[in-house]
């Protein structure tokens, strides 16, 4: 399918900005930071409750029930949080809409050298440790609690599973639950984040984007840092898909690195206009569905709206992005996670690619609420299959591993030893899972 409508269009794309004057009431934040705190103490305690022997894929027990006063406490702090969200929004805020292009803030300038300069200044903060480059990883979620309550859990396990590998890795990890800018909602939640990260963190010589339902699935596994330096974006996709058949699924947004420099300053402040929500987003829905093929009609999402970026302005940004499909920087997640016994008989980890997937991304999956366009049973079961897999890497180092795929519980694979420094290699356990 040809652009047709991209010349013509992207000009007459409609375009807001927002003036806000925001009030704020130290009384209520007080009150509703101290019914968070209470909120994360009671889910705390039920987490550590259910991993010590409770199966969340199971009815619990009788013995296990949770008291109904703690349960209505609960249940009731969380409606009041829910009630709240949009309370600075409609009481405390004055929005004046304007023809303008929207964007991120005020345009950044000469970031390259600004940046060298501060890096000369604080060599405490080097860009660059032991010969590799310093990435910071980026991954987040909603403010407020899921509507889905057992979707907390496996944000946690999500959670735990990157810091898992940053810690194996030496990355670093930023875990957001803030929105910094109430015009770029839902997917696009993602790009004042990144900029915001970038211009805060000199130190950081890549950003990596990796959504809350992506898992590590291959814990050894480190991607080839050095492949990239020519290149300030790497993101997973496919050339063809990209530019001859112009697919909207070209390429995937849910794992991606951006270099810290001014071409991805500029990149989002292009990247970042067809997401304002509302008319604009819906607006731009319509024109992504017309270019990018089997596209269906929605409002703008951000990968959409990268590939029609990069489709419609090759020779301006394509030169600085490598499109990766070697290994599974992004792997979708049905056709993996039935599979993960065969790996276990046939393969190992620290390949990345089919024959043991580096990442395992849940596409389509709303564990946190909301529709979704797989079941909850599959999307939970599949998430702890994948988990488990992931954190037996892990659990190997040691001496226990998972029951099984499906099971919590976890058993112990080695003897302990009166004399645990002389095996050969504690991190070589790794190998064997």
Not at 75 to 87: K, T
Not at 161 to 182: F, G, Q, S, T
Not at 229 to 246: D, I
Not at 353 to 360: K, N
Request: glycine share 6%; net charge neutral.
């Amino acid at each position: 399918m040809g652009l047709k409508r991209i010349s013509s269009t992207a000009s007459a794309l409609p375009t807001t900005t927002a003036t806000a004057v925001r009030r704020r009431r130290h009384g209520g934040q007080k009150c509703g930071n101290l019914k968070l705190t209470i909120l994360c103490g009671i889910i705390t305690i039920l987490v550590l409750r259910g991993t010590i022997g409770i199966s969340l894929l199971s009815f619990p027990s009788e013995s296990t029930t949770i008291p109904r006063h703690v349960a209505e406490e609960t249940d009731r702090i969380v409606a009041e949080i829910r009630s709240g969200e949009n309370d600075d929004e409609s009481e405390s805020e004055s929005v004046t809409l304007t023809n303008k292009t929207y964007t991120l803030g005020p345009k950044i300038i000469d970031w390259d050298s600004s940046r060298q300069k501060w890096l000369r200044q604080n060599r405490g903060f080097p860009n660059y440790v032991n010969g590799k480059p310093r990435i910071l990883l980026v991954t987040g979620s909603q403010p407020g609690p899921c509507n889905n309550p057992i979707g907390d859990h496996y944000l946690l396990k999500s959670t735990k599973n990157k810091i898992d590998y940053c810690r194996m890795h030496n990355i670093e990890i930023v875990y957001n639950m803030a929105n910094l800018d109430e015009e770029l909602s839902g997917y696009w939640t993602k790009l004042p984040l990144i900029r915001k990260l970038m211009v805060s963190h000199p130190e950081a010589e890549w950003i990596w984007w990796m959504d809350s339902d992506a898992f590590f699935t291959d814990m050894l596994f480190e991607i080839p840092i050095s492949k990239y330096e020519p290149y300030n974006m790497v993101v997973h996709g496919y050339p063809n898909l990209l530019f001859e058949e112009k697919s909207w699924i070209a390429l995937n947004t849910g794992s991606f690195l951006l270099r810290n420099r001014q071409w991805s300053l500029d990149l989002l402040d292009s990247w970042a206009p067809m997401g304002p929500k509302g008319v604009v987003r819906e607006e731009a829905g319509k024109i992504l569905t017309a270019n990018l093929k089997d596209r269906p009609s929605f409002e703008a999402d951000d990968q959409s709206a990268l590939i029609y970026l990069l489709v419609s302005r090759k020779d301006e940004w394509m030169d600085k992005v490598f499109l990766e499909n070697s290994y599974y920087l992004h792997g979708y997640w049905v056709g993996l996670v039935d599979r993960y016994e065969e790996y276990l008989e046939s393969s190992h980890p620290g390949l990345g690619d089919e024959r043991w997937p580096f990442v395992t991304h849940f596409v389509g999956c709303k564990t946190c609420g909301g529709y979704g366009d797989y079941t909850m049973e599959s999307c939970l079961k599949s998430m702890e299959r994948a988990f488990n897999f992931a954190d037996n890497q892990l659990l190997n180092m040691y001496d226990f591993r998972h029951k099984g795929l499906l099971s919590p519980g976890v058993k112990r694979i080695r003897s302990e030893t009166t004399r645990p420094l002389e095996r050969s290699s504690i991190r070589s356990n790794l190998d064997v899972v």
